[in-house]
């Protein structure tokens, strides 16, 4: 019986080990045990969410898999671990692409998360001088 | 040359068809051929959404497809098409249901909708007395 349990638990970390990379998801426990995560992510052409018609829009989930139509669902959820939600702390922590270099001209990209992460209400918001400037943030979150 | 190109692309496309749904992504169609539509929909309890706390949160994205981890994706986006995003419009087109009778106790349950429907932001807040009368709408919007 201790053998089997010990074949069982073996065979089940095998397993974690096996799939965790295949589907990118954090594995996470039962639901109920950890507080819900799901956002919004907008992106817009102006200089304020209030003004911009978002032209992309995907829904971003962490828990208790990384998914939703973000198309780096993964990482965007690493990121966001990394920062413990705080948006703001995204360029400290993360850095910014040392080989893009953007000009300064001012063709204004504004992006939003709106939603929850950890059971805590979320609503950011932040405008780039032009899309180059967006791009050059070390960060998959804002790449969709 | 062209048949090393010709090979590569077909290689890439059968790693998209392989990958994609590993990966748990839903693949969009090109850009720019509708308009986005993503949702954050929460429920708390409380008076407000400004001082609950979310105990639930899930994604809804209705195109191209109906997705999210809202457990009903497909007949919350029903509703949502029916009423054309307008939330205040959904009890007078959907209806409640007559089958349910609810006592007057104030525990209230607070909803929201969060993102964007269609290329519109929407940010919507519903309070409801109790989570019975919450219940009694005829719709899966809120059945999370």
Redesign the interface.
Known sequence: MRNTARRAATLALMATAVCGP????AHAAPSGLYA???????VGHGDS?ATA?????????CAP???????A??SACAELRAVDGDLDALESVLGSRGDVLCTKEYDPVVVTV???WR???VSYERTFANECVKGSLGSSLFTF
């Open positions: 295949l589907t990118g998801t819900p995560s799901a956002l919004v992510l907008t969410a018609t978002p032209a992309r829009a995907v829904t971003l989930t898999t990384s998914s939703g139509t973000h198309p669902a993964a709106d939603g929850v059971g805590q209400r």
